[in-house]
């Protein structure tokens, strides 16, 4: 066949492509779980053209439905391509040759976060020796105000970067769960400190500790934390856990190309 003669296919097939990419960029901005009525409404495609694209886009796990709502939501796949997306960032790349050390020795599992759309998403886990009764996935994207690696990204990002997120975050909370006092108290306390701490913010009896990773970009480009069972980490013990975790951000920083002479955060 020439080279004329695949043309009409080859357009045909790249046109698909671009249209189930609407589909895809509807749900994104729809920001969770959708009808069908709704993708089409968003993708400008009449249902049951957007009905057609989501039966194959949910037969390769881009898309998921759920059988008790039949609303449709990223798939599997999805989320396996955009925490590898991230992973394979400069910086995730340079910080996971690093916590599987970290991991090694201090016994507690590890994570690695990076600022999402909604706010940190887990781009990496090394489990430790310690038994969690979570089961985070990659790509899973934590609470800002009672996750530690949530409160580091509060204390060290621009505030413009975060003020959607923790507005959409604090809507969803008691009104007085975090007042403006509480959360400006929050940010200076963990810029202070160089690091933030949270005992069953996220799951009850699991605590960790965060620290931000610096580099030559105007905002922090990840963070490190430590999880561990809150009963299996005494007053001491922590102190070392803070030590050994900010010894490793010091690292991934300075491979990164961070100095840290006079930085009051890294001495603490």
């Given amino acids: 066949?020439?080279?004329?003669?695949a043309a009409p296919s080859e357009r045909q097939g790249i046109q698909s492509v671009e249209l189930a990419m609407r589909i895809i960029e509807a749900l994104e901005s729809g920001g969770g779980p959708m009808s069908l009525s709704?993708?089409?409404e968003r993708s400008g495609f009449q249902p049951s053209k957007a009905h057609r694209y989501l039966v194959s886009l949910t037969r390769i796990g881009l898309v998921s439905q759920s059988p008790k709502t039949g609303r449709y939501d990223f798939g599997a796949?999805?989320?396996r391509l955009g925490a590898e997306s991230l992973r394979r960032t400069n910086e995730v790349s340079v910080a996971s040759d690093y916590t599987p050390d970290l991991r090694d020795e201090c016994g507690h599992s590890v994570n690695i976060a990076v600022w999402g759309d909604d706010g940190p998403v887990v781009v990496r886990w090394d489990y430790g020796s310690h038994a969690l009764p979570i089961n985070i996935r990659l790509g899973a994207t934590l609470p800002m105000l009672t996750s530690s690696s949530g409160q580091v990204f509060l204390g060290f990002l621009p505030e413009s970067m975060w003020a959607t997120t923790l507005a959409a975050e604090r809507s969803r909370r008691s009104p007085n769960a975090y007042t403006d006092e509480d959360i400006q108290r929050l940010r200076s306390e963990v810029a202070t400190n160089g690091y933030a701490f949270t005992s069953g913010g996220v799951i009850p009896g699991v605590s960790s500790i965060a620290a931000p990773v610096y580099s030559s970009?105007?905002?922090i480009p990840l963070?490190?934390?430590v999880v561990f069972p809150t009963e299996v980490v005494h007053e001491d013990e922590l102190e070392l856990v803070k030590t050994q975790l900010l010894s490793i951000t010091r690292k991934?920083?300075?491979e990164l190309g961070m100095p840290f002479e006079g930085d009051a955060a890294i001495s603490a």
């Fill in 38 to 40: 709704e993708i089409a």
């Fill in 252 to 254: 991934i920083s300075s």
């Fill in 217 to 219: 970009l105007d905002a």
């Fill in 223 to 225: 963070t490190v934390a």
């Fill in 1 to 5: 066949m020439s080279d004329m003669e």
């Fill in 77 to 79: 796949a999805m989320r």
